[in-house]
């Protein structure tokens, strides 16, 4: 049974939404939308809490504004048990850009953890953010996705239109239309959608977002 809920967010531009439940039987799911760090990650993170951990979050409710931190007893609790579930994936995906030399990008979903991670990118969300020696040069909006991820196999995956269901170890790719990048020595992806996390008791589908970590272009 659900004992305790903390919830750390931040309004647009940054968005962070990362969300601590805590059950009667000293175990804990961490699920990330938007992280605190920048890791392009989302999905469902799992812990076990100490006593003292338990002792200090039961009960609690709590809605933490990063604009105004806090290190209250329960903040820090619940901060040390979101950082043990940051090592144990449950059902997680990290998103990638990927540079095709001669042109084109591509955005890259890997599946982590020991279930499938789920959810639906917003076709209209996609941004390729071009960098050159670690500073953005431009910025490009995409056309809308057509079509979602697709496995090594070939095997759609989903992500548009349907959720989009990547196991453990598996990744899908998504080829997308431009931009040009003769002009960039790296390139990065923005993309934006709705996770279904892996809590037991009453999943949400809430939107989340991410940025890929810029990789290197060489044209």
Do not use: C, K
Not at 66 to 71: D, E, F, M, V
Not at 163 to 169: D, L, T
Not at 205 to 210: D, L, P
């Amino acid at each position: 049974m659900e004992v305790a809920r903390i919830r750390w967010v931040s309004p647009a531009p940054t968005s962070v939404d990362e969300e601590l439940v805590v059950y009667d039987d000293r175990t804990a799911l961490l699920v990330v939308r938007t992280s605190r760090d920048g890791s392009p990650a989302i999905g469902t993170w799992r812990a076990n809490v100490g006593p003292a951990d338990l002792a200090a979050l039961e009960g609690q409710r709590r809605e933490v504004d990063l604009r105004h931190p806090t290190n209250d007893d329960v903040v820090v609790a619940a901060d040390r048990v979101a950082a043990e579930a940051r090592e144990n994936p449950l059902a997680t995906a990290t998103f990638h850009a990927g540079a095709v030399p001669g042109g084109g990008v591509a955005l890259l979903a890997v599946g982590g953890g020991t279930g499938p991670a789920e959810f639906e990118l917003d076709v209209d969300s996609v941004v390729v953010h071009l960098e050159n020696d670690g500073t953005e040069v431009a910025w490009h909006q995409m056309d809308r996705l057509g079509t979602g991820f697709v496995s090594p196999e070939p095997e759609g995956l989903g992500g548009v239109g349907r959720p989009a269901e990547i196991g453990p170890g598996a990744y899908g790719v998504i080829a997308l239309n431009g931009p040009p990048l003769e002009d960039a020595s790296a390139v990065a992806v923005e993309v934006a959608g709705y996770l279904r996390d892996a809590l037991p008791e009453d999943p949400s589908y809430e939107r989340f977002r991410v940025r890929t970590a810029p990789v290197p272009y060489a044209s």
